[in-house]
């Protein structure tokens, strides 16, 4: 039998470019490298997550901030317009008050009538040129309410902001009040002073013996007192317009009781009427105007002091 032929023993390193490919990866590896990978992903996300949400936030901040300095900036605006209107109407309270002064010591009851209606027509330009005011002061208010999603944060702002137009409100309501109040006044004074305008015709057809004048005079006369006495509850004024009218009154009606005496050559009534007619002329003259001018005036003065005190605090 034939020996086999003998072999060297194997190296102990493969022949170069036989080196043995590498053992594939046990799961266990696999499963770690896919841990690894899936926590990088959830990392990525979460800072792309608060990236977002950061630049919302800064969005949504210069957003309201934006939003709401339009809503004040209108409403400083409205705020803005009737400080501007607020010399117009101190000019106008200046002018009223003078015009109540004159008339103290005013004798021409025409001019003191005339004097009357610009009163009247000066309170209505005060009241209609702050009418429109108001009415942009409550849209500017109205809007500062508007998308209070996007300006919660600024509240405090906006808060503040309808403050001033509140005070500005109240401003402009009180000098609505004192121009209703002066046309008030004005009408009254101007029936008044036509009352008075009747008893100077009267005086002078008298003096002229005009009896026909004088008669319809003395009529036209108990017409307007009685006018004038019915709207004597014009605000401030004092009372003793109401007390004089009361008695031009009476002294109208005795007129026409000796006019009509005179008619009908009645002596008896005559001295009776002529009588009263100097009962009630020392009645009228106990009437004491003195302080009249002074309670008006104080009257009034509060609205233009009230006027201010709140422009003040809306222009603040």
């Known amino acids: 039998m034939e020996v086999p032929p003998s072999y060297p023993p194997p190296p102990d390193q493969p022949p170069t470019g036989f080196e043995p490919v590498p053992a594939i990866d046990s799961p266990a590896q696999l499963q770690g490298q896919y841990r690894v990978s899936r926590n990088l992903w959830l990392v990525i996300s979460a800072v792309v997550v608060v990236v977002t949400l950061l630049v919302g936030a800064i969005g949504y901040i210069f957003a ?36 109540v002064a ?47 999603w996007l300006t919660r944060i600024s509240t405090g702002r906006l808060t503040a902001e309808a403050g001033r137009i509140d005070r500005a409100r109240e401003a402009v309501a009180t000098a609505r009040s004192a121009a209703r109040d002066y046309v008030q006044f004005g009408g009254f004074l101007q029936v008044y002073y036509q009352a008075l305008i009747d008893w100077d015709t009267m005086v002078a057809d008298a003096n002229i013996n005009d009896f026909v004048g004088t008669t319809g005079a003395d009529s036209a006369l108990q017409a307007d007192a009685a006018a004038a006495l019915g709207v004597s509850n014009a ?30 050559r009645d002596q008896a009534a005559l001295d009776t009427a002529n009588k009263l007619v100097l009962a009630d002329v020392a009645t009228l003259n106990a009437v004491d105007f003195t302080a009249t001018t002074a309670k008006i005036r104080s009257y009034y003065q509060r609205y233009r002091d009230d006027f201010n005190a709140q422009m003040d605090k809306a222009a603040a």
Not at 110 to 127: C, N, R
Not at 242 to 263: G, K, P
């Open 64 to 99: 309201g901030y934006a939003y709401t300095s339009s809503r004040i900036s209108n409403a400083a605006g409205a705020v803005s317009a009737v400080n501007s209107h607020r010399s117009l109407v101190n000019t106008t309270f200046a002018l009223l008050d003078e015009q």
């Open 102 to 148: 004159s008339l103290e010591t005013m004798t021409d009851n025409k001019l003191a009538k005339s004097t009357s209606g610009k009163i009247v027509a000066e309170s209505q330009t005060m009241s209609t040129t702050i009418a429109g005011d108001d009415d942009a002061l409550v849209t500017a208010r109205s809007r500062l309410h508007d998308q209070q």
């Open 235 to 264: 605000p401030g004024l004092p009372k003793e317009f109401h007390d004089y009218l009361i008695a031009l009154q009476v002294y109208a009606a005795d007129v026409a009781r000796l006019l009509n005496a005179i008619s009908t």
